[in-house]
């Protein structure tokens, strides 16, 4: 049987577009180091590592052969999983089911981008050079979410500043998020004047490139206790990898986003999702995507998400608290990414926010890594079981 699993120690870094002052080992070590001092742990503590970094995003091979001395995990037994936009999310998953074994006191789950010493410029810059821009143009992330975006448009009715709007409130999100990498204290029509990369998805709408990285420690139920007064128990996981061009080329806005939340909330009696899920930490790559996300991860009906933006029923103290963090198109260490969802869905159970706590009770939280053309992983997150 499946021990109960949570979530015991978390850290990160502060995220920035470049960080010259570190190296890669050093930057990973520095989120390692946070996660171990939250959890009142030492390295001598772990006894199962999981790591992961997009490495086509670095340039760099096996990255993770030269970063284990730096923070102390030579010999420990562990792998490293690589999964493109879902690399956190995968890593993360599989960290879940080592500590779901049974077979393992304390798992350290690390996951890193550092995207200044790279090629990858996935973010605002595009499908990065080499390979991917040359041979993939129709399916880089920014003329993937062009075209879903301008699908939005067409089917929800929305206009352009609906999706300005959205991107103000994701910044003034950041504007409370230490970690966060922009903080841009954007209004409505810097965002509108910003230049167009592809049409509809404006500069301002996409995520940066960041360097960054961050860890978790997840634990069995039993060594949980010992660990921590503040467990966050890890009540659901799923990985949908299904989709892609095929299913893009017959609906562009179509993701597994839907299907991946619809299944964890059929095992575990969700009938009302804004009810029973009190904060929310969705993996949105650019602006537009955050209105069609909310609609399918069940807040609202389709088209409909538009609406409750421009009614300003999204923020951390609203009705809605969608992405109280600031989300992805403030901070986006690839590898790392899906990961950071998870941290801060935990600090909102927790209480440990700061100043983006949502100020009620969150008793679960809702955390989900994204990649490709639409593979989600979702992560499901309590107080208490």
């Avoid at 806005?253 to 909330?265: A, F, H, I, P």
């Avoid at 992405?323 to 986006?332: D, E, H, L």
């Avoid at 990961?339 to 700061?354: P, T």
């Amino acid at each position: 049987m499946a021990e109960r699993i949570a979530i015991t120690g978390v850290g990160q870094t502060r995220h920035k577009s470049k960080r010259p002052d570190v190296n890669t080992p050093e930057l990973v070590t520095e989120a390692v180091e946070a996660a171990l001092k939250d959890a009142q742990l030492t390295m001598k503590d772990i006894d199962f590592m999981v790591q992961g970094s997009f490495e086509m995003a670095d340039g760099q091979y096996l990255p993770d052969m030269w970063i284990v001395p730096e923070f102390g995990g030579v010999g420990k037994p562990g792998f490293k999983l690589q999964n493109a936009g879902t690399t956190g999310g995968v890593a993360a998953a599989a960290a879940f089911h080592c500590a779901a074994s049974g077979l393992f006191k304390n798992v350290l789950c690390v996951t890193w981008q550092k995207m200044d010493e790279g090629q990858g410029a996935f973010g605002r810059g595009g499908g990065g050079l080499g390979e991917y821009w040359q041979s993939q143009i129709p399916m880089s992330p920014i003329t993937n979410f062009a075209r879903r975006t301008y699908a939005y448009l067409h089917n929800s009715g929305c206009t352009e500043e609906h999706f300005a709007i959205t991107r103000v409130k994701q910044d003034q999100c950041a504007l409370k998020n230490p970690y966060a990498q922009l903080r841009l204290n954007t209004t409505v029509e810097k965002v509108m004047e910003s230049a167009v990369l592809v049409w509809p998805i404006r500069f301002l709408h996409m995520c940066p490139s960041t360097a960054g990285a961050a860890a978790i420690i997840v634990s069995p139920e039993k060594q949980a206790k010992k660990v921590t007064e503040k467990p966050v128990w890890v009540e659901d996981w799923f990985c949908t990898h299904v989709g892609g061009a095929y299913t893009m080329a017959e609906e562009p806005t179509l993701s597994t986003l839907r299907y991946g939340c619809e299944t964890v909330y059929k095992r575990r009696g969700i009938t009302n999702v804004l009810k029973d899920i009190q904060a929310f930490e969705i993996y949105e790559p650019c602006s537009p995507a955050e209105l069609r996300w909310m609609e399918e991860v069940g807040i609202c009906e389709d088209w409909t998400a538009w609406k409750l933006m421009e009614q300003g029923k999204v923020g951390i103290d609203k009705e809605i608290p969608f992405n109280p963090s600031g989300g992805v198109t403030a901070t986006n260490p690839i590898g790392a990414t899906p990961v950071l969802r998870i941290i801060e869905a935990a600090l909102q159970i927790r209480g440990d926010a700061g100043e983006h706590q949502v100020p009620h009770n969150v008793n679960r939280a809702l955390a989900t890594g994204y990649g490709g053309q639409g593979e989600n992983v979702i992560f499901l997150l309590r107080k208490s079981l």
